[in-house]
Antibody
Framework: QVHLVESGGGVVQPGRSLRLSCAAS????????MHWVRQAPGKGLEWVAV????????YYADSVKGRFTISRDNSKYTLDLQMNSLRPEDTAVYYC??????????WGQGTLVTVSS | DIVMTQSPLSLPVTPGESASISCRSS???????????LDWYLQKPGQSPQLVIY???NRASGVPDRFSGSGSGTDFTLKISRVEAEDVGVYYC?????????FGQGTKLEIK
């Protein structure tokens, strides 16, 4: 059974950093592209970043480019999102999602990040 | 970026009746493979999103055959026949053709 569990969320002041993690199990992690998608309170879904199955390529939404870094460790079945220079508009539930080929097949339960002074 | 536009944004439905949601993209989602890179996701209240339809018309594993997806190019439709109480939530379309992937605004389906 596929399982994605995010962690690392919390309350952080503007300008500070936070690192999110996503622990995967129940599937061949190294065969899946991994994405981060976020959802601001009461709002819709916003795609944030992707990393290829082998880590060879990484892409970001313009809203986080230069501030966020996505990474993965296929030996540990983990996905990370390093978030620097956080802004109040980064406040959201952050989901990790696994993509086998064309779709976000599996999603975690999400972790809440609140950026506030 | 590809802009995704859904309608309606709110959809009250009587149980047992059908419901349709439209999704339009600002560019064609037709891939050179012949598939449309358009997915539908459902976010039930208090839950994470879940895949319902992929590549425009394919039901994800475990999705009842009451759900169907159609369309090609820039115009897509999600149809739910015989709506049940368990179908409530917010439906999102998403294009997976280009990065950044982009979502529609979401359509909230509720039971009358």
């Amino acid at each position: 059974q596929v399982h994605l569990v995010e962690s690392g969320g919390g309350v952080v002041q503007p300008g500070r950093s936070l690192r999110l993690s996503c622990a995967a199990s129940g599937f061949t992690f190294s065969s899946y592209g991994m994405h981060w998608v976020r959802q601001a309170p009461g709002k819709g879904l916003e795609w944030v970043a992707v990393i290829w199955h082998d880590g060879s390529n990484k892409y970001y939404a313009d809203s986080v480019k230069g501030r966020f870094t996505i990474s993965r460790d296929n030996s540990k079945y983990t996905l990370d999102l390093q978030m620097n220079s956080l802004r109040p508009e980064d406040t959201a539930v952050y989901y990790c999602a696994a993509k086998a080929s064309t779709s976000l097949d599996h999603w975690g339960q999400g972790t809440l990040v609140t950026v506030s002074s | 970026d590809i802009v995704m536009t859904q309608s309606p944004l709110s959809l009250p439905v009587t149980p047992g009746e059908s419901a349709s949601i439209s999704c339009r993209s600002s560019q064609s989602l037709l891939h050179s493979s012949g598939s449309n890179y358009l997915d539908w996701y459902l976010q039930k209240p208090g839950q994470s999103p879940q895949l319902v339809i992929y590549l425009g018309s394919n039901r994800a594993s475990g999705v009842p055959d009451r759900f169907s997806g159609s369309g090609s190019g820039t115009d897509f439709t999600l149809k739910i026949s015989r709506v049940e109480a368990e179908d409530v939530g917010v439906y999102y379309c998403m294009q997976g053709l280009e990065i950044p992937h982009t979502f529609g605004q979401g359509t909230k389906l509720e039971i009358k």
